[in-house]
Structure formats: structure tokens, C-alpha cells
């Protein structure tokens, strides 16, 4: 029979307000962080990422906060608008990973008119 | 601009087939990695490669193996195709060392096998 996979969070805002997306990771060790997002039918791109050594950095409309108290990272979207609907993905690098990348599920953003 | 392509959009395949699907990028990257990505579970990690011929095995490398005869390509083999095998295929390629650990992600292939 067909498989059900699992469902995605989903995180549905009003146009022109803010979204913050959050993400918990696992690894305290995890020196390096990263937010994807991915629009139907495309491969995930890059928004923004953030050092272990920082606990906020800023970008063109986004802000990415990380708390490794609590192993909390959330990205937030200023003035959303209708092309920020996508599904958007954290990922942890841990200090001994190399170059691998760890990813979370997703939450999908829907932004209504 | 970097570009990684991979060589279909969508493929459908028959149980038991044998199954290649290819990456190319164009930025001269050192690391080239195999996610396949199911909704709710993420992207995980099949294989990886940091250098021509080297190849590490990810999280799920059941059922897969790879190949990576050239810097710029890097193939995934479904030896056998079975249906829990159905799944979207992200390649991606990243510089080795830094300044950061972004990977550059291709438009994905859509796989059914029937």
C-alpha cells in the first residue's frame, strides 16, 4: 500500500506582518548553522548562517538568533511577503562533522494575501 | 552563479531496474554529497564525496552506491530499484575548507519506482 509520510509543520502569516520560523537542534557540539528555504520544485537555497561564536546575525529582511542554551534557533522574516511561502530547513554542522550538514524536517511558511 | 544540474527532473523506473542519476557542478567544488528527501523526515544523507574517488557513506547508504570519476560529476547507482526507494534526490557541492560550509543544491529528481 502507499506510505504516509510525515506532515510538515506549518506556520501560516498575513502578508506584511513578521514570521519566525524555529528550529531545535541536537547537538551541542554543533559549531555552524545554516537556513535553507525551498520553494515547490526547486532545490533548497541559502538565506543566512550564523557561527556558534555569535548569537544573532542580520540579513536583507531576515534575522537568524541562536541560543545554545537552550540549543534554540530561529529565523525570522521581517514584512513577509507572498514569495517567502516555501518550505524552510535548519541544519547544524557539528565541530568534528567536516563539511557534513545535519537537517532538520522543515516547517512550511504559507503567507496569506 | 553556481550551477549544479542533475540529469532529470523525474524518472520513473520498474522494480528491480538498475538506476543512475547524475550531478554536475560547475564551481570546481571539492565536496559533493547525495540527500534524498521525504516530507516531514528532512534531507538525509546517502553518500558523500571530498575528492575524485573518495567516497564516505551517509546516514541511509542501503540499497545505494556512488561513483565520482571526475571532480565535477558524481553519480548515484540504485543497483536494484525496489518502491520504498520512491523519493526525491537533492545533489549538492561545497568548497572544502571554508569560508563557509553552504552547499550549493541542484533542482532535485523526482524518482517513482513502480
Known amino acids: 500500500g502507499e506510505s504516509v509520510g510525515l506532515h510538515l509543520p506549518t506556520l501560516s502569516v498575513q502578508e506584511g506582518d513578521n514570521s519566525i520560523i524555529n528550529c531545535a537542534y541536537s547537538?551541542?557540539?554543533?559549531?555552524?548553522f545554516i537556513w535553507y528555504k525551498q520553494e515547490s520544485g526547486k532545490g533548497p537555497q541559502f538565506i543566512i548562517d550564523?557561527?556558534?561564536?555569535?548569537d544573532k546575525r542580520q540579513g536583507q529582511r531576515v534575522t537568524v538568533l541562536l541560543n545554545k542554551t537552550v540549543k534554540h534557533l530561529s529565523l525570522q522574516i521581517a514584512a513577509t511577503q507572498p514569495g517567502d511561502s516555501a518550505v524552510y530547513f535548519c541544519?547544524?554542522?557539528?565541530?568534528?562533522?567536516?563539511?557534513?550538514?545535519?537537517f532538520g524536517g522543515g516547517t512550511r511558511l504559507m503567507v496569506k494575501p | 552563479d553556481v550551477k549544479v544540474t542533475q540529469s532529470s527532473r523525474y524518472l520513473v523506473k520498474r522494480t528491480g531496474e538498475k538506476v543512475f542519476l547524475e550531478c554536475v557542478q560547475d564551481?570546481?567544488?571539492?565536496?559533493m554529497f547525495w540527500y534524498r528527501q521525504d516530507p516531514g523526515l528532512g534531507l538525509r544523507l546517502i553518500y558523500f564525496?571530498?575528492?575524485?574517488?573518495?567516497?564516505e557513506k551517509g546516514d541511509i547508504p542501503e540499497g545505494y552506491s556512488v561513483s565520482r570519476e571526475k571532480k565535477e560529476r558524481f553519480s548515484l547507482i540504485l543497483e536494484s530499484a525496489s518502491t520504498n526507494q520512491t523519493s526525491m534526490y537533492l545533489c549538492?557541492?561545497?568548497?572544502?575548507?571554508?569560508?563557509?560550509?553552504?552547499?550549493?543544491f541542484g533542482p532535485g529528481t523526482r524518482l517513482t519506482v513502480t
Open positions: 564525496s571530498y575528492d575524485v574517488k573518495m567516497k
Open positions: 549538492a557541492s561545497s568548497f572544502y575548507p571554508g569560508p563557509s560550509y553552504e552547499q550549493y
Open positions: 550564523i557561527r556558534s561564536n555569535m
Open positions: 564551481m570546481d567544488h571539492e565536496n
Open positions: 541544519a547544524e554542522k557539528g565541530n568534528n562533522a567536516g563539511n557534513m550538514l545535519t
Open positions: 547537538n551541542s557540539a554543533s559549531d555552524y
